[in-house]
C-alpha cells in the first residue's frame, strides 16, 4: 500500500495509523492541512472492504476538511479519522476510548467529530481520554448534534442558487427531490415544506420516509426514480458519487443543492452539469453549517455570532456564482480555488 504516491495524497501532513489489539480497533487519523488552524474532521466507522480503501477513503476526507473550513472563514485545518469496522457489530466503549487514547497524543493537532457510523454518544466516549473530540454539548436541544445547522446552511444555500438560476426569491410551489430524508435531510425537509416547496423523496429506510409523508405530505418514490422525477431542484442527502454517468442523462432538474459529501463521482461531472444548464451548488460550501456549528461549540460564542456565521454561507454562494459567470467556469472549480487562495500557505 504506497502512501507518498496514492493518487489521493495530496501533501498531507500527517497520517497516522492506530491499532489496538485488545479492543481490535483499527484506526486512520489524516491530517491534510493545518495552516489556518488544528485539523477538525468527522470520525467515520465503516466495514471497508480492505485496509487500502480506508486510507483512499480518510486520505480523500482530510483534504475535503481544509476545503470546507477555507471557505467557511473558520480557522480551522482539515483531517478526518476512519475506524475499519461495522459500527453495529465491532464498536464498544473500550475501542472508542482507546481510540481517544490516540487522538490525545497527537496533541491537539486533529479534532474528532460524528460522522457517518458514530454518533453524539461515542463522541463522548470518545471524550472521556481526549480533550481533542467535539460535537458533544451537554442539557442542549440537540446535544451537538450538527445535523441541524447543517440542514440550515443547505437550505438557504438552496434558496440562493434558486435565486441565481431561477430569478426568484421564494421557494413557494417549487418541487425539491430529496434523495435521503436522514438526520440532514429530515431538518432540511421541514424548512422547505415551511418555505411552500413541494417534496418527491426518496430512502431506503421505510421509517425515515413514513416520517416525511406524515409530517410534510411528501410524495415517495423508490431509489433508483429519484433522479429523473420532474423536479426544479435536485437535492442530494444520502451518500456521494451521486452525479456520474448513469445518473447525469436522467436528471430534469435546473439547480443541484444538497448536503451529501463529494456528490460528483469526477470532477469533470460539473463541468457536464454546467454543459446541461443545471446550476451545481459545490457540496462542501452548502453543508458547512456542520463545521460551523462544531467550531462554535469549541469556541464558546453565542447563539447570535453562530446564527450570522451560518447565514454568511450565502454571501460566499453569491461570490462563488459571480465568479463563475464572470470566468465561465463551474462553480466547483471556483470554490476550490477560492478556498486554495485561503488555505494554502503562500496567501
Ligand atoms: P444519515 O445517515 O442520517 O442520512 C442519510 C439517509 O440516506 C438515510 O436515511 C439513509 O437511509 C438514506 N440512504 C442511504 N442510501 C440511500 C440510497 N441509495 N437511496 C436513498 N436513500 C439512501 O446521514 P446524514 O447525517 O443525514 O448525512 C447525509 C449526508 O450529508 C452524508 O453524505 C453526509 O456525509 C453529509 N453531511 C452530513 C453532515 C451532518 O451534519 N450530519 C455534515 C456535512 C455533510
Known amino acids: 500500500m504506497n502512501l507518498f504516491s496514492h493518487p489521493e495524497f495530496d501533501n498531507h501532513e500527517q497520517v497516522a495509523f492506530f491499532r489496538d489489539a485488545k479492543t481490535g480497533l483499527k484506526a486512520i487519523v489524516a491530517i491534510h492541512n493545518t495552516h489556518l488552524g488544528p485539523s477538525l474532521g468527522g470520525c467515520r466507522m465503516w466495514p471497508y472492504a480492505s485496509d487500502a480503501d480506508a486510507l483512499t477513503d480518510v486520505l480523500r476526507l482530510s483534504r475535503g476538511m481544509t476545503y470546507k473550513s477555507a471557505l467557511a472563514g473558520l480557522p480551522l485545518g482539515g483531517g478526518k479519522c476512519v475506524i475499519i469496522g461495522d459500527p453495529r457489530k465491532d464498536k464498544s466503549a473500550a475501542l472508542l476510548q482507546r481510540l481517544g487514547d490516540f487522538i490525545e497524543g497527537l496533541s491537539g493537532a486533529y479534532i474528532t467529530a460524528e460522522d457517518s457510523g458514530t454518533s453524539v454518544a461515542d463522541m463522548a466516549v470518545i471524550g472521556q481520554r481526549t480533550r481533542f473530540a467535539a460535537g458533544v454539548v451537554e442539557g442542549t436541544e440537540h446535544g451537538g448534534d450538527p445535523s441541524p445547522s447543517t440542514a440550515y446552511t443547505t437550505f438557504v444555500g438552496l434558496k440562493t442558487a434558486v435565486r441565481q438560476r431561477l430569478g426568484r426569491d421564494d421557494l413557494n410551489g417549487l418541487t425539491v427531490a430529496l434523495q435521503g430524508v436522514g438526520n440532514v435531510g429530515y431538518y432540511l425537509a421541514r424548512h422547505l415544506h415551511q418555505a411552500g ?115 454568511s454561507i450565502c454571501q460566499r454562494l453569491e461570490q462563488i456564482f459571480e465568479r463563475a459567470a464572470a470566468q465561465g467556469l463551474p462553480p466547483h472549480v471556483v470554490a476550490d480555488q477560492l478556498a486554495e487562495e485561503t488555505f494554502s500557505p503562500a496567501a
Not at 244 to 269: D, M, R, S, W, Y
Request: charged share 15%; proline share 4%; aromatic share 6%.
Open 197 to 311: 416547496a413541494e417534496l418527491i423523496v426518496t430512502d431506503i429506510v421505510d421509517a425515515n420516509l413514513q416520517r416525511a409523508v406524515d409530517e410534510f405530505g411528501a410524495h415517495v418514490v423508490a431509489p433508483e426514480l429519484i433522479f429523473g422525477v420532474d423536479a426544479d431542484v435536485f437535492s442530494p442527502c444520502a451518500m456521494g458519487g451521486v452525479i456520474n454517468e448513469h445518473t447525469l442523462p436522467q436528471l430534469k432538474c435546473t439547480v443541484i443543492a444538497g448536503a451529501a459529501n463529494n456528490q460528483l463521482a469526477t470532477p469533470e461531472f460539473g463541468e457536464l452539469l454546467m454543459g446541461k444548464e443545471i446550476l451545481y451548488t459545490p457540496d462542501y460550501v452548502l453543508n458547512a453549517g456542520g463545521i460551523i456549528d462544531i467550531a462554535y461549540q469549541r469556541s464558546g460564542e453565542g447563539a447570535a455570532a453562530l446564527q450570522q456565521h451560518l447565514d
